[in-house]
């Protein structure tokens, strides 16, 4: 099987990172590699809004200090050769914004600005969220982000629409 094109979900902790790559990681498919993927990364085939079958490989960039290596060894390690960052953002308090929004700022100077996708985790009810998605359509664009997708992490609603969209996206 060819290699997909590589996709990093990124952010900083607490926005549900690891839980939407549990959900990405129940779409894998099955690999015909000698070598298995590594422990924080998925292959996954989405289709993309004409059709086309896009094969990715995303990975999930463990945010923890403690496991990380000095931060420009980490963003070089999980940034190069990336077609595509998925920045995740959780709705539950509304500080959440401005740490993305410093995440973004220390990624972008350790990577070239590539094609990046909001993804809204819905933690919390749209009508009691801390952060609404209007609020985070508009960081997406102050952001020069392509989009928002809005998901749940936790039940998996909106991960197939997340794949898509970033497929789509994808040359």
Request: glycine share 6%; hydrophobic share 40%.
């Amino acid at each position: 099987m060819s290699k997909g094109s590589k996709v990093v979900l990124v952010g900083p902790g607490g926005m549900g990172k690891t839980s939407l790559f549990e959900q990405i990681r129940k779409r894998q498919v099955p690999s015909d590699d000698a070598i298995r993927p590594a422990p924080n990364m998925a292959r996954v085939q989405a289709t993309d809004r004409s059709g086309r079958a896009v094969l990715m490989d995303v990975y999930d960039a463990v945010m923890d200090p403690k496991y990380q290596t000095p931060l420009k060894d980490f963003y070089r390690q999980y940034f190069f050769d990336a077609k595509a960052l998925i920045l995740v953002l959780g709705n539950s308090r509304p500080d959440n914004l401005d740490n993305l929004t410093k995440f973004l700022n220390k990624a972008s100077t350790s990577s070239p600005p590539r094609l990046r996708v909001v993804a809204l985790n819905q933690i919390q009810e749209e009508e009691v969220a801390a952060i609404k998605t209007d609020t985070a359509k508009k960081w997406t664009s102050l952001h020069q982000c392509k989009s928002t997708v809005v998901c749940n992490a936790a039940t998996g609603a909106g991960v197939d629409e997340l794949l898509s969209e970033v497929a789509s996206l994808l040359p």
